[in-house]
């Protein structure tokens, strides 16, 4: 019976009244508190990087109060002159508060290089496919006396001939060198 005479008691009633009104106090001081530290109503928009080299990103974005950090280089892309910027998030037209990281990637200077595979002795369907999927492409044909019909007998890059293990920028024309069937 005590527990219900202590509920029922006006000391009860004030506590909780009491308690009420801190709370809600704390609620509208915590509202004010947040809307002046997060400045909810500021936004700036993002600028278009693209292409700019990275001396101008920096004027453009200290001139609009925002950071910018570079991403690894991205793949080579020849739309794009070098060391320009090539990719940017947030993207542009985006909304962002002051002080906001825009991490950028710039494009690299040229193609990467990549491994050739070993294709001598494999067909020349099988050589085209395998070339192309790996970012080449296909130059000129060739033909030397072989038994082999349609049988890659040898490569050449910039008028060199190439090998398996050789590092070649993607992108690039290799030319072919195919038996005729006669040989």
């Known amino acids: 019976m005590q527990i219900i005479d202590y509920l029922k008691s006006k000391y009860f009633l004030k506590v909780i009244v009491k308690m009420l009104i ?6 509208f001081i915590l509202r004010y508190w947040l809307n002046c530290t997060t400045n909810h109503s500021q936004k700036i928009e993002v600028p278009n990087l693209a292409k700019m080299s990275i001396l101008k990103v920096k004027v453009v974005l200290d001139n609009l109060d925002l950071n910018y950090e570079l991403q690894d280089a991205g793949s080579y892309n020849p739309d ?3 060391s320009s910027v090539i990719e940017q998030t947030p993207e ?3 909304f962002v508060k002051e002080g906001r990281k825009i991490y950028i990637t710039l494009n690299k200077k040229a193609y990467r290089d990549i491994k050739l595979p070993k294709l001598l002795g494999k067909t020349k369907r099988h050589v085209e496919s395998e070339l192309i999927s790996l970012g080449f492409k296909i130059g000129t044909f060739s ?14 890059f910039k008028g060199k001939r190439i090998s ?8 690039s024309k290799i030319n072919l060198i195919i038996g005729d069937g006669k040989g």
């Open 80 to 82: 794009y002159p070098v």
């Open 22 to 27: 801190i709370t809600l106090l704390l609620i």
């Open 143 to 156: 033909y030397v006396p072989d038994r082999g019909r349609n049988v890659v007998r040898g490569l050449r």
């Open 92 to 94: 542009a037209g985006d």
């Open 164 to 171: 398996e293990g050789d590092m070649i920028p993607k992108n």
